[in-house]
């Protein structure tokens, strides 16, 4: 069953542990998630309704209604219901393994089994059947259920660690921690049945970072933040067990809520042929009434003599009735001006399109063996013409795998050396030897043997650099099956300075809440951990106080360099110069930097300032009282130095971003993580260059600062004197990618926005402003960003600029901006497949996207224009010369061309040339597409296929069927023949007419063919050769012999072989107009 509606829209929760029956009074949704759109029931009439919302569909099943009308159809009804079935069969098919595939991953996922307690005890339920107010239990290595309230853990003081990977893209670990009054719960089942605590909280929403309510139980309140909560989508780690409260289940959790909606996707070709239809109807319904006005003079004047040949089965007597029939039997008749056919190719065009991409080896990563993959088959030519890309960064442009590059201690540089380019001749170092350490990690690389050889001489501040790395984080140590010692780390930075502490020679090995034990060069070490001065976003460090076996008590910090300068002890100014030349140069390599300082602080000043700690957490303005505590120990640092932690970009990632950036397609990043960490990795793609003319920053935590800094930022770059014009609905610049307002500013800017900034930003009043001054720099960075968040700067730049958009990501995360985007692009990577599961396409690497652009997406264009320009031409071509004979034939709706003629043209006669050229043609091979990016443009300001190109079509189509037709009129008007016979009969002149078009739609099709192939060559004079074939086979005796109702045109052929003509019993006068 489906999720129950909510009836009113909820301003706040309600929820009580283990009470079903309270909490049902509220109509919470359970915890079953439906991604799918049909059931078995609704597929056919949905599908059915989806199919109908496009304009051809809609005409072609019009068209097939009138065609039923015996009265006013020239034509058999088969003409269209074929290919109408054809093309609405394929689209359902299509749709349905879509789903089918939705349905089962659904069903995977509601289906996994969860412990909850029912009536006392742990029992397994369905995913799907756990609801609000359920105890739950989770086990290491387990997804969350649901947006739970952490009540206890296996872990002291009720922590838990949790990696939030498809929430926010962060594959560090993070730390809950259980309300005091909760923890000592435990996981006593008895304890918890009785538990009967109730969370008042905020309603449904898609904020991942906040969370505000409070728990009720004893008569006493219990203020409840995002720390004491589990997110759905969560990965418990390091931590053996823990109880939760479900709080939110299944489309409430915070999870789905960013999830997005699923849109139908089509290109802006799609969107340009649904107009161009339109058009072609209204030009169809211009030349039905044109000939229509001519059936009703015709009849009034003089079609009333010819009744004596042409017998009518109901006389007509009205001169206007007969014009309205007229009307809709030209309608039928000219139909074809655009068939069914043109869908079906375009279809079959696209297909071909997407195997190339799936058969493409250059993009096939062999190191996972994952090939690129097309998801959704209908928006090839829709990757020429993309103008924006929008891109995640960790695991996207990152392998996200830290290295430790280089450091700075006591004012002297490790690390590798890079050498200018005139040097690359010059050998590279051989990396260090780390044998003397049993411990070391055989991943890890060091290019600096002068650092070993510190270490081996016992530099005493060479240790005490790496003592402190080995004891100034919150790493989790584990052992692998082959026991092997492993670090579970919050932060991949961390992570990377904790394993290079261990190649050093000081181990991380153990910890508890009050100890951690090292091994300092092959001796086992415990400290008295005595005090965790937290990181946090405004503090830009973190501390740890500790006390050696010798009892020595050492505050130990790392953080930001412009927080730890400040800090340091007047005596330590040389050095701090020296070091922050040292960091620049480690800045400009692209290198992430953290400052590393201590101080040894005496026993009885460290007693005090604990007494100022312990009333800071008891206080109520805890987080002040903490700062001002924190403040008061951390001061007077001395200076060890500074490390160099490289953010490894994936292959070719900068080579690819530079390539795309000529190709005039803008590249934003779109990234959870923490400003300094997106700058670096902008720098090392080589987005932001220190040559740039400034680099704004927009950091305010309120809209008018917001508002200011971004005034700010447009006066540098517009100057003083120029206003903001940019309105979302009526400003051109904006509306047009070619005349955009950047094109006015002279210089390179960059714009770096923090997600507590965007929340004001993309506010009405603001959103303009901040999409004005976003697009005209040649960068822009956004970090700390939200899925949703996301997602809205996507459909911003959807709405206002009129652009074609595509998103990039590889985590759950990024799903809400690969749905929005036109094309949405998942790359297969370390956080799962959730991306590439609701994307268009798939990529195993970044660098790929340069090929899927400038190579398939170019050609695809290229192709499909091509094609569209020739299908209009050649119809128009073929169907107007139905128009000319009207005013030769009575108006009377008779066909120049025999029915199997009209029936095959598209179908057999001329559907493989232009399907090769639609498949296979190109301007430039592939080196060249990549070569010059700029060839990229035209599909940008959709210069090949567009409505002047449209009528240029069409104008080219009238001129052709003018000279089909009255070429042959002419030629054919009081002809004779050698033996002095007339030869100007109706179906010698159709024939003529219709060889005639066929000669020349092949001599066309030749001409606009710019790359030929073996099938091209097959396909098109295959096509002259079948027509031939099947022209002759038509004309014969036999065939009239044998159905004379449906091969009306007397053995044609006989003539021209030099035969007498069979003309049967009777002479044949025609087809009756009705």
Known sequence: MPCPKKKLLEEKRRVKANSREYNDQFHYANNRIRTSKYTVLTFLPMNLFEQFQRVANAYFAVLLILELIPEISSLSWVTTVVPLVLVLSITAVKDASDDYFRHKSDKQVNHRQAQVLIDGKLQNEQWMNVRAGDIIKLENHQFVVADLLLLSSSEPHGLCYIETAELDGETNLKVRQALPVTFGLGAEISKLARFDGEVVCEAPNHDLSQFSGALSWNEENYPLTNKEVLLRGCVLRNTGWCFGMVIFAGPDTKLMQNGGKTEVKRTSIDHLMNTLVLWIFGLLVFMGIILAIGNSIWEHRAGIHFRIYLQWSDVVESSIFSGFLTFWSYVIILNSVVPISLYVSV?????????????????????????????????????????????????????????????????????????????????????????????????????????????????????????LLSLCHTVMPEENTLGELIYQAQSPDEGALVTAARNFGFVFKSRTPKTITISEMGKLVTYQLLAILDFNNTRKRMSVIVQNPSGQITLYSKGADTILFERLHPSYENL???????????????????????????????????????????????????????????????????????????????????????????????????????????????????????????????????????????????????????????????????????????????LIINGHSLVHALKVDLENEFLETACVCKTVICCRVTPLQKAQVVDLVKKCRKAITLAVGDGSNDIGMIKNAHIGVGISGQEGRQAVLNSDYSIAQFRYLQRLLLVHGRWSYFRMCKFLCYFFYK???????????????????????????????????????????????????????????????????????????????????????????????????????????????????????????????????????????GLNHLFLWGSIAVYFAVLFAMQSNGIFDQFPSHFPFVAISEPYLGEEPYLGEEPYLGEEPY
């Open 875 to 1013: 119809n128009i071509a073929f169907t107007l010369v139905h128009f000319w004979f009207g005013f030769f034939c009575g108006f009377s709706a008779q066909t120049v061309y025999d029915q199997w003629f009209i029936t095959l043209f598209n179908i057999v006669h001329t559907s493989l040339p232009v399907l090769a050229m639609g498949l296979f043609d190109q301007d430039v091979n592939e080196e060249e597409c990549l070569h010059f990016p700029k060839l990229y443009k035209p599909g940008q300001l959709n210069l090949l296929f567009n409505k002047r190109r449209f009528f240029i079509c069409i104008a080219h189509g009238i001129y052709t069927s003018v000279v089909l037709f009255f070429i042959p009129y002419v030629a054919f008007y009081d002809a004779t023949g050698d033996d002095g016979k007339h030869i100007a009969d109706y179906q010698s002149f159709a024939v003529t007419v219709a060889t005639s078009l066929i000669i020349v739609v092949s001599v066309q099709i030749a001409l606009d063919t710019s790359y030929w192939t």
């Open 576 to 750: 701090m110069s020296l070091t922050s030349d040292h960091l620049e140069e480690f800045a400009g390599e692209g290198l992430r930097t953290l400052v590393l300082a201590y101080k040894n602080v005496n026993e009885q000043q460290f007693r005090e300032w604990l007494k100022i700690y312990e009333k800071a957490i008891a206080s109520r303005d805890r987080e002040e009282r903490l700062a001002l505590a924190y403040e008061e120990i951390e001061r007077d640092l001395e200076l060890l130095g500074a490390t160099a932690i490289e953010d490894r970009l994936q292959e070719g990632v900068a080579e690819t971003i530079a390539t795309l950036l000529l190709a005039n397609i803008k590249i934003w990043v779109l990234t959870g993580d923490k400003q300094e960490t997106a700058i670096n990795i902008g720098y090392s793609c080589h987005m932001l260059k220190d040559s740039m003319d400034a680099i704004f920053i927009v950091d305010g935590h309120t809209k008018e600062d917001v508002s200011e800094e971004l005034r700010k930022a447009k006066e540098q770059m517009f100057g003083l004197n120029k206003g903001s014009s940019a309105d979302c609905g009526h400003d051109e610049k904006l509306q047009d990618p070619r005349q955009g307002t950047e094109e006015t500013v002279i210089g390179d800017y960059a």
């Open 347 to 467: 279809e079959v065009i696209r297909l071909g399109h997407s195997c190339f991409i799936n058969w493409d080896q250059k993009m096939y990563f062999a190191k996972e063996d994952t090939p690129a993959e097309v998801r959704t088959t209908t928006l090839s030519e829709g990757l020429g013409q993309i103008e924006y890309i929008f891109s995640d960064k960790t695991g996207t442009l990152t392998e996200n795998i830290m290295t430790f590059n280089k450091c700075s201690i006591n004012g002297k540089v490790y690390g590798k050396v890079l050498f200018p380019p005139a040097l690359q001749f010059l050998p590279q170092k051989m990396p260090a030897d780390f044998s003397f350490n049993p411990l070391a990690d055989s991943k890890f690389t060091f290019s600096d043997h002068r650092l070993i050889e510190a270490i081996k001489f016992r530099d005493p501040q060479v240790h005490e650099f790496f003592r």
